[in-house]
């Protein structure tokens, strides 16, 4: 027994040591597709549900890999954060967004997605002003979008963070809402200026009495805590006429556009009548 409870204490000893170096091996390839630029945003129209006008666009994370391609952030966004590389790639993408966001007309706003490992590094209000400032714009075109993770785990520093950054000016969004279990008891927690419903629920739209039922209440209780909604992944005309009866105030999915690399966007742009 005392020999097989070593070999099995060996044994796990091996798989650990296997995952360390998997897991730095990793941390090596990330921070190297970091340092050689192999890291692209997109971005992806928000249109207001009744007017149809572009008001803003969602950065989301490509990774153009030397040998597999473009490589989906499903896929690598789990990685980064096992390996707390979502914290520069993080400080990446926010500097950059804003950037490209400082040269789009002053009516454009930007979303960018934050990972819970991000609150924990205490410096985020911090990066988040120093963003703002090397790229010259204003906080109020500034969207943060995280998920109800943020709150789950060490909520009063990941609250207190919060807090700063909407003391900027820069707006907090809800992200995938209705698909945690507490999304709810969330609202409590935090002012949030905008709920992002899921695109579960939206997809269902035509087939399911119940989600309609769903997005209809989501948007009533939005109103009435003076938070908007904006409604993810509307794909069809149909799916549009729905959240917009219910009273979305925003839409985003391949109905109006695809995630588009930022030439396209400054293609789009062009085409842009300011307020
Ligand atoms: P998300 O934040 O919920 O972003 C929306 C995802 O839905 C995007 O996938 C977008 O391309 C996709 N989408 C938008 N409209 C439609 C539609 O009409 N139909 C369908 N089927 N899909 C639609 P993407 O770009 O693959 O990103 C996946 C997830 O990766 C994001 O989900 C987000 O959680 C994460 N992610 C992406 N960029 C970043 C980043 O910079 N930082 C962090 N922390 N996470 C990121
Ligand atoms: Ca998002
Ligand atoms: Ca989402
Ligand atoms: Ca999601």
């Not at 992806?44 to 153009?64: C, K, M, N, S, Y």
């Not at 919060?162 to 935090?190: C, E, K, P, W």
Request: charged letters at 20%.
């Amino acid at each position: 027994a005392k020999a097989m409870g070593r070999g099995t204490f060996c044994f796990f000893e091996t798989v650990m040591d296997a995952d360390r170096q998997a897991r730095r091996d990793l941390e090596t390839v990330l921070q190297q597709a970091l340092e050689s630029n192999q890291f692209e945003l997109y971005y992806q129209p928000q249109v207001d549900t009744i007017t149809e006008q572009v008001v803003g666009f969602e950065a989301l994370l490509r990774w153009h890999h030397p040998e597999r391609g473009l490589v989906s952030p499903v896929e690598f966004i789990p990685l980064a954060e096992e390996t707390g590389m979502i914290v520069p790639i993080g400080e990446w993408v926010l500097r950059q967004a804003c950037k490209d966001a400082a040269s789009w007309p002053a009516d454009i706003g930007v979303a960018v997605n934050l990972s819970p490992l991000q609150f924990k590094s205490q410096t985020l209000a911090h990066t988040v002003v120093s963003a703002l400032g090397d790229a010259g714009l204003p906080a109020s075109r500034l969207e943060l979008e995280i998920t109800e993770s943020v709150l789950l785990t060490d909520n009063d520093t990941a609250l207190a963070t919060l807090h700063h950054i909407r003391s900027l000016g820069v707006r907090i969004a809800m992200d995938d809402f209705g698909t945690g279990y507490s999304s709810l008891s969330y609202l409590r927690l935090f002012p949030f200026d905008k709920i992002k419903i899921d695109q579960s629920f939206i997809r269902e739209l035509g087939n399911s009495k119940d989600c309609a039922a769903i997005v209809k209440a989501v948007v009533d209780l939005g109103a009435s805590l003076g938070i908007t909604t904006t409604a993810e992944g509307v794909e069809t005309s149909d799916q549009l006429n729905r959240v917009r009866e219910q009273g979305c105030s925003e839409i985003q999915g391949y109905l109006f556009g695809k995630p588009l690399p930022i030439s396209s966007v400054h293609e789009l742009l062009k085409r842009h009548s300011p307020e």
